[in-house]
């Protein structure tokens, strides 16, 4: 075993050749992690205890002292550059398992490790530009501004992305010379360590830069955040779970950074390509079952196509096909858990009270859908602005639809909510593209697309969707800090 926390995994499908190195504190209890579909063991995982997060973050600390992990930009990034290779050698079995643990079909499972590769490989590129600038200060003085790592970086993921949403703030953290010790959603424990491992696997990698605690976010999670030896938290997750964590780390003043929750306004304008706008209505809500922090969860259409469009949207949404992940005829998949289960038909069961559910009702019967957390899709219209389900993330496939008479007013409906993480402009009119995109409070505006991300562009929120930027050249000084190092020659002080 490689990590030495899987206690069963039946699923545990990567054998990794080489040196294989413990990179996880855990001696705690054991949990089951369950495949959503099947309610199949996927592992047996060892949690970390309180104890074990001490042991965690003493041995990032100590690994953090190395000047050769903190200096040379030139190792990071070869280690990083090796990393994205692994991720890509074992495309298959990682996107099985992640399939298997998280619920996502097995194609976008896939996308999911390519996707983290690449995010890994932008960073390692970087990792050699963290430099700062030198400027004389008259003629006997000059200053030299640098650009050093934090220390030791907590990550805490969810479970809808585990590996994006890792490598994203790993990646450059690393690539900017941090010690981190990673918190994985206990929804996703084992695709998270089978990752990491091809990491910690690395011989150049000192030991104790990468370490990983398990266990849930109450207690593993909780004193991780609150740990003195920590010098900055990047958090990904629910909005109120954030402000938590900003609380804590405000009590001593600790850096965080947060990717928090969004329900994202997708407009689309009468003048729009609209088979387009279609295919991307769908994919806005539908992708990963809606358990995605950017979906476009309210559809915000133009008055004179609304009915002709919904119709059509309408229809293709109950032409989904749910069924297993691995499948690639299925086009839904579950639901993580039957928690999120529970809390989409909650939704769903108010709209249908205050507003008109215009998709099919029923879940077909057969034992596969009787076992799995699934849910059907579900678009919703005639609901008033400030009712729940247009106001709250739902995380689930479930779109509210909107009629709007002018720019004005939707723009103005876009922005109804205490979320701003992304949108989306459907039109062909590129001056109204830019008017609207720049009035809408959104970290990504997507125009005439949605959901393409790129490592090279930043990400984030506004308002109660996050603070800071992750991805880009930005998502890399985030893990910095700047330090002045002021040189005088003068032979006296004044
Ligand atoms: P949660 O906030 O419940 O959990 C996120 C992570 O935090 C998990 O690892 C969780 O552990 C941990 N955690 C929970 N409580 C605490 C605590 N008190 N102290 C420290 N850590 C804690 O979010 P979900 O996992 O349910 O993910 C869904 C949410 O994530 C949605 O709101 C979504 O919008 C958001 N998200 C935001 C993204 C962005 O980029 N802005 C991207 C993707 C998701 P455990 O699993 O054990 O509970």
């Known amino acids: 075993m490689t990590s030495g926390v899987f206690e069963r995994a039946p699923w545990r499908v990567l054998s990794i050749p080489g040196p294989q190195r413990t990179f996880t504190v855990a001696s705690g209890d054991t949990f089951e992690d369950c495949d959503p579909t099947t309610q199949e063991l996927v592992a047996e995982v ?19 002292r190395s000047a050769r992990w903190r200096n040379d930009g030139a190792v990071r990034g070869r280690i990083l550059f090796r990393y994205a290779e692994r991720l890509r050698e074992h495309v298959e079995p990682l996107a099985e398992l992640l399939t298997r643990e998280q619920g996502k079909t097995i194609g976008e499972a896939r996308s999911e490790i390519f996707g983290s590769a690449e995010m890994v490989e932008y960073y ?3 990792a050699r530009t963290v430099d700062g600038r030198a400027f004389a200060l008259g003629d006997e003085a000059h200053g030299v501004v640098l650009r050093e790592p934090l220390g030791v970086v907590a990550v805490i993921t969810p479970w809808n992305w585990p590996l994006t949403l ?8 690393l690539a900017a010379g941090n010690a981190c010790v990673v918190k994985p959603a206990s929804l996703t424990p084992a695709i998270t360590v089978e990752a990491l491992a091809l990491l910690a696997q690395d011989p150049d990698l000192p030991e104790g830069i990468l370490t990983c605690v398990l266990g849930s976010g109450g207690v593993v999670g909780n004193a991780l955040v609150s740990h003195p030896g920590v010098h900055m938290i990047a958090f990904t997750g629910e909005s109120g779970t954030g402000i938590g964590v900003m609380r804590r780390a405000a009590e001593d003043l600790r850096k965080v950074s947060l990717e928090l929750g969004g329900k994202s306004a997708n407009l689309v304008f009468a003048d729009a390509h609209l088979d387009k706008a279609l295919d991307g209505a769908m994919n806005a809500i539908f992708t990963t079952t809606g358990q995605i922090c950017t979906a476009g969860s309210r559809l915000l259409v133009e008055s004179s196509i609304y009915p002709e469009f919904v119709e059509r949207l309408v229809e293709r949404a109950n032409a989904l096909k749910l069924g297993d ?8 998949a579950p639901l993580v858990s039957f928690i999120q289960q529970g809390v989409v038909r909650k939704f769903v069961d108010l709209g249908r009270a205050e507003g008109t559910l215009l998709t099919d009702d029923v879940l077909p019967t057969n034992d596969l859908i009787a076992a799995g957390c699934f ?28 009629p709007f ?9 876009a922005e109804i909510t205490e979320f701003g993480l992304a949108a989306g402009i459907w039109t062909t009119d590129l001056d109204r593209a830019w008017r609207v995109g720049r009035a809408v409070h959104a970290g990504t505006v997507w125009i005439n697309t ?3 991300f790129y490592p090279e562009a930043e990400v984030g929120g506004f308002k109660k969707s996050g603070l800071g930027r992750q991805q880009g050249p930005v998502g890399l000084l985030e893990f910095t800090e700047t330090k002045h190092l002021n040189f005088d020659s003068r032979t006296t002080l004044w």
Do not use: K, N, W
């Open 166 to 173: 890792l490598m994203r703030a790993l990646a450059p953290a």
């Open 124 to 126: 390692a590129g970087l």
């Open 405 to 413: 008479d002018d720019e004005q007013e939707a723009i103005g409906f």
């Open 450 to 452: 949605y959901h393409h």
């Open 46 to 64: 060892r949690s970390s205890t309180v104890d074990d997060v001490d042991r965690a973050v003493d041995r990032a600390t100590h690994a953090f």
């Open 375 to 402: 849910a059907l899709p579900a678009i919703i219209a005639d609901l008033a602005q400030g009712s729940r389900v247009v106001q709250e993330e739902i995380f689930g496939p479930v779109l509210t639809v909107h």
């Open 325 to 332: 992940p691995l499948d690639p005829a299925t086009t839904l």
